[in-house]
């Protein structure tokens, strides 16, 4: 589990293709302290470490193997050498819960549909895909590209959300565009209350 609250920016410097695609991805997080094994959220996509080591040029990596299924679902099919991903280590026992709970088993893709300057922060709106439309709610919390944030506003497919300035400085967001596809997440508690109004009015 995550918390959607991002913790490093990484790089993807390697794709391979294998029988899935093999993804290395620059971070600074120390190799030492990541286990073979482990879950990190990459832009919202939870992955697990299947290598890990440090550069000719003393920086860090960890490389993860993507499935077709998981090409199919997110926008990692996307990803190029030089890709810049937010990246959230998984969440111990006894962590702060700074945003909201995160599974990191992206639901769809959004598009950003419009982007406008509201005070010193950014009004982003997107468009979901129709059958997740249902499962955001004003003041609700998505996970779009794996950062935790609240919803603004819904109408009918679109939804919007405001990116303060320190979000843009310690995310991908800062570098976003219109007409950019991004990662989203449905907040667990969404998918559970309509699966049970779903099964009340059966």
């Known amino acids: 589990m995550f918390t959607g609250i991002i ?5 993807v410097t390697e794709i391979e293709q294998r029988g899935d695609i093999r993804f290395r991805i ?33 920086t860090y990596f960890y490389e993860v193997d993507v499935s077709a299924e998981t090409l199919s679902k997110t926008d990692l099919g996307k990803w190029q050498i030089g890709s810049k991903v937010n990246l959230e280590r998984s969440l111990k026992l006894g962590d702060e819960m700074g945003g909201h709970l995160v599974s990191g088993h992206v639901d769809g893709t959004a598009i950003i549909t419009d982007m406008s300057d509201d005070g010193a922060s950014t009004r982003f709106t997107f468009e979901a895909p129709q059958h997740l439309a249902p499962f955001i709610a004003a003041k609700g919390s998505v996970a779009l590209n794996g950062t935790s944030l609240t919803v603004n506003t819904v109408e009918g497919v679109f939804f919007t959300v405001n990116m303060i300035p320190h979000t843009k400085a ?23 209350v309509a699966r049970l109004n779903e099964f009340q009015q059966s």
């Not at 913790?7 to 790089?11: A, N, P, S």
């Not at 120390?30 to 000719?56: F, H, R, Y």
């Not at 976003?176 to 989203?184: E, H, P, T």
């Open 7 to 11: 913790t490093d920016i990484g790089t």
């Open 26 to 58: 620059q971070t600074s997080y120390e190799a030492d302290k990541i286990d073979i094994g482990a879950s990190i959220a990459s832009n919202g996509v939870c992955l697990t470490v299947v290598e890990k080591g440090t550069s000719s040029d003393n």
């Open 170 to 192: 310690v995310t991908t967001w800062g570098k976003a565009k219109q007409g950019d596809i991004v990662n989203l997440e449905i907040d667990t508690l969404a998918r559970y």
